[in-house]
Nanobody
């Protein structure tokens, strides 16, 4: 069992940066692929980025490629999402998720955090 708690969201202006953190409790954090998803108002939850168990392999949605960077520190049971050059369309609730397969599909993930709000103004 893994519990996930996100932090680091906030309100920023376009072009700014934020770093989200997701702290995990539980014994088997390092076994899971960890991902970030986001959900904007009236939209479905969408995949943002994923990192494999060792941190050496990452995948990004096209919309964030080159601006966002996902990483993890298994010693601290934490996964990060560095977001640079933020745009108003990045406004959403951001969720971290853990799963064994690490796809871009919401239903493939077993564990979810409660989400953290990111608001980007123009």
């Amino acid at each position: 069992q893994v519990q996930l708690v996100e932090s680091g969201g906030g309100w920023v202006q376009a072009g700014s940066s934020l770093r989200l953190s997701c702290a995990a409790s539980g014994r088997f954090f390092s076994r899971y692929v960890m991902s970030w998803f986001r959900q904007a108002p009236k939209k479905e939850r969408e995949f943002v980025a994923a990192v494999n168990w060792g941190g050496g392999s990452t995948v990004y949605a096209d919309s964030v490629k080159g601006r966002f960077s996902i990483s993890r520190d298994n010693a601290k049971n934490t996964v990060y999402l560095q977001m640079n050059n933020l745009k108003p369309e990045d406004t959403a609730v951001y969720y971290c998720a853990g799963g064994e397969r690490g796809t871009d599909q919401v239903n493939e993930y077993d564990y979810w955090g409660q989400g953290t709000q990111v608001t980007v103004s123009s």
